[in-house]
């Protein structure tokens, strides 16, 4: 079972009094129904491809409402959406359509958004609705809603920003999406919907797979670290090679760095500093010894462009 089918699972399994339980279905009947007319018989259709989701809304609406003895259901196979369950309702059709605005050009949800509890019940109809989250073991964050109606959009919008989520609004395909990408914004709206078991095994993912991630970069750090010393230990071996052979009167300074690296050809300038001072007995800082290193690449940077005009005399 995919992440976000764990945590609309839990959702459906809530139970809240009725004024929450409206907000839910408010927010059901806005993102999931149609109405319908056929053979004169009125109809509001509501479509989920997940059962639980389908189960939750029939029973908001026996709670809410009397749909006890005409409800409709049918199947439809959806290639994109595999198995579309579809619930259909004929009775208190009148009272449902006064009472959600279904027909209404005005925007009333306010009215039914009064306290903070409705309005996470109605984030959480929303949700179960067209809501989706990505698995935390994925590479990347990202929860999101999605509705064709702009009004209702700006509405989760609003509602989920009265949270300090930070939630942002883009287009996808003919309608929009409310999308949150922080991790703590979407633990923390999943907890101010009700899904809480689903949020502490999200927090153990992320902790633990950002855990492994910060060992890693650890990790990488130190082999790229390690191959910086190196190149720098083997470019300070050339040096000292082509130097060796082209200077026999070195002072003591360059003669001592020349010899620690040697014996020590594969650590880094902080270790040959802790070699040279128990070698040496005296004290030397970083930049002091790397004074010195630079100076022997300069007499051997000299060499080689000394060998350079000789091969171009040749030449001529």
Not at 142 to 167: G, T
Request: charged letters at 30%; a neutral charge.
């Amino acid at each position: 079972m995919s992440f976000a089918k764990l945590v609309k699972e839990e959702l459906t399994k809530i139970q809240e009094p009725k004024d929450v339980s409206l907000a839910e279905l408010a927010a059901m009947i806005e993102l999931g129904t149609e109405f319908s007319i056929s053979n004169g018989q009125k109809a509001l259709w509501f479509k989920s491809n997940n059962t639980n989701v389908a189960r939750r809304f029939l029973s908001l609406l026996k709670q809410l409402y009397k749909v006890e003895n005409t409800l409709l259901t049918k199947q439809q196979s959806n290639f994109r959406k595999g198995m579309q369950i579809q619930l259909g309702i004929t009775e208190s059709l009148e009272e449902i359509i006064s009472e959600h605005g279904i027909f209404s050009d005005s925007d009333d949800k306010d009215l039914i958004l009064q306290t903070s509890e409705a309005k996470c019940a109605y984030l959480r109809g929303a949700f179960l609705t067209s809501g989706s989250v990505n698995d935390p073991k994925t590479a990347e964050y990202h929860l999101e809603i999605y509705a064709e109606n702009k009004n209702v959009i700006l509405r989760i919008q609003r509602l989920m920003n009265d949270l300090d989520l930070n939630a942002k609004i883009t287009t996808r395909r003919k309608g929009l999406i409310c999308y949150l990408k922080d991790a703590s914004s979407i633990e923390d709206f999943l907890r101010y919907i009700g899904a809480s078991e689903t949020v502490f095994e999200f927090e153990d993912i992320r902790i633990k797979r950002d855990f492994n991630n910060s060992i890693n970069r650890v990790l990488n750090c130190e082999i790229a670290n390690e191959k910086k010393t190196l190149m720098a230990a083997n470019a300070q071996l050339d040096d000292i090679m082509i130097v060796e052979k082209n200077f026999s009167n070195l002072n003591v300074k360059l003669k001592q760095a020349i010899y620690i690296r040697k014996e020590n050809p594969d650590v880094s300038l902080n270790e040959l500093v802790d070699v040279f001072e128990k070698m040496y007995k005296e004290k030397i800082t970083k930049s002091g010894l790397n004074h010195r290193y630079k100076k022997i690449k300069e007499l051997a940077d000299e060499v080689r462009s000394n060998n350079v005009w000789l091969n171009r005399l040749e030449q001529i």
